[in-house]
């Protein structure tokens, strides 16, 4: 039995980390994918020794070259009890946790390549919990960077989560040919385990990652609740990435602590970016009929992103390389925001529907002979597939 699955990456318009205490954010899915095969194997017969094992469970991380592998004895002598629940998810327990982190260690992951050990752990946690100890093989490639803003951690998670939900019983979905999506209640349920993937590698997560890449499209979100919305005009977006890593996990904590140092301050920041993001919604929605209000609109749009910009770097979560980035494309009239959790990482800026390519050409070429990479992505795309194929 063997499925694929293909979860999307996101931007966050506004709102990032304000919406970790609550206030409202606006996002898109983007058509840069987290891949990932999976294979159940069949079990080893009864009769054969707890030494020459029961199979054992691959994960082969493409892009970086890395294959992790367990032997399901191991795996049984490391958790004291596993029963998997697949339609029934739940957090990982603190003893679980502490088993995940030994088992991940056991692998000696390089220093340079230590932020995998997150995705690993969060990886083990979802298969264990759906699947139990059953022997399987999982491949990941993403087109995503890593780190980087776009939400890669939440496309691993609905991905893993999707694929292994789709060999489980727990969802009814039939195998048909061509790419597919899960109906409702099976969207919830792939929406719901890839967030508590979420939480091992992020630790307080809002559930805006995962949620835009199992739905797609557009979103605002608040305190865990989604609405779709659709912009009347298609949003152009160049991202630009800094290529400076950093941790979505440390910077969520970093805007936390600053906020329990000033709370009346940061209470104020974060009703202030609810506002901005409820009216980037409201404005994205709004009709257009000519060239004339398109720009309005866009108008609007790029002051709610300077607007935004300025919090976030009161929030703390801005960086040179940000700066930098806002600097060059402030000299050619544009606006732009740091995406994600910030640190580093990627920086939007809106492309003005009217604005000449050779403008466009212009920003990208002196974005990129500053060491920024940039990307083209379409905005509010397709949420998360799978294939039996
Ligand atoms: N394809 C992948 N293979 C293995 N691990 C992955 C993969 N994609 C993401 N991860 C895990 O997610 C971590 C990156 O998550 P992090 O939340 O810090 O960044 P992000 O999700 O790209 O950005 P943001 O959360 O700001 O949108 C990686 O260090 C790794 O642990
Ligand atoms: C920084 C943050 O707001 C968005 C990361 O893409 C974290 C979260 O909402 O989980
Ligand atoms: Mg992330």
Redesign the pocket.
């Known amino acids: 039995m063997e499925v694929r699955s293909r979860a999307p990456g996101?931007i966050i318009l506004a709102g990032e980390h304000a919406v970790v205490h609550g206030s409202t954010a606006v996002a898109a899915a983007i058509d840069l994918y987290?891949h990932v095969f999976f294979r159940l194997l069949p079990a080893a017969p009864s009769s054969s020794s707890p030494d020459s094992g029961d199979g054992s469970l691959e994960l082969d991380?493409k892009?970086?070259n890395v294959v992790f592998s367990w032997p399901l004895s191991r795996l049984k002598e490391a958790f004291q009890e596993i029963t998997p629940i697949p339609s029934s998810p739940r957090s990982c327990s603190r003893e679980n946790m502490e088993v995940l982190q030994m088992l991940v260690e056991e692998k000696n992951i390089p220093e340079a390549r230590i932020?995998?050990?997150?995705?690993?752990s969060a990886f083990l946690y979802l298969y264990t919990s759906i699947h139990g100890l059953k022997p399987a093989k999982v491949v990941?490639?993403?087109d995503?960077p890593?780190?980087?803003?776009?939400?890669?951690?939440?496309?691993?998670c609905v991905s893993i989560s999707a694929a292994l939900l789709a060999l489980s019983d727990a969802t009814a979905i039939e195998s048909k040919s061509g790419w597919l999506t899960f109906g409702e209640s099976d969207l919830e349920l792939v929406n719901k385990w890839s967030f508590e993937g979420e939480k091992i590698?992020?630790g307080k997560p809002s559930g805006i990652?995962n949620t835009v890449s199992t739905y797609g499209n557009m979103i605002t979100f608040r305190l865990g609740e989604l609405t779709r919305i659709k912009s009347a005009a298609p949003l152009k977006m160049l991202i630009t990435n800094t290529k400076v890593g950093?941790?979505?996990?440390a910077l969520v904590a970093g805007v936390s602590e600053r906020a329990s140092r000033h709370p009346d301050a940061m209470a104020s920041v974060f009703t202030a970016v609810d506002c901005i993001s409820k009216e980037m919604s409201t404005v994205i929605e709004s009709p257009v009929s000519d060239d004339i209000s398109i720009t309005a609109k866009e108008e609007k749009i790029e002051e709610l992103m300077e607007m935004n910009q300025g919090l976030l770097q009161c929030m703390g979560v801005s960086h040179a390389s940000i700066e930098a980035v806002l600097r060059i494309t402030f000299k050619y009239k544009l606006a732009s925001k740091l995406t994600?959790?910030g640190g580093g990482?990627c920086v939007l800026t809106l492309l003005p529907t009217l604005l000449a390519n050779t403008v466009v050409d212009k920003v990208i070429g002196e974005l990129e002979a500053g060491g920024f990479q940039c990307l083209k992505a379409q905005v509010g795309g397709k949420g998360l597939e799978i294939s039996f194929e």
């Open positions: 996101k987290t991380l892009d970086m932020g995998l050990s997150s995705g690993v990941v490639s993403s995503l890593l780190g980087s803003g776009l939400g890669s951690s939440a496309s691993f590698i992020h990652d950093r941790n979505t996990k994600g959790a990482g």
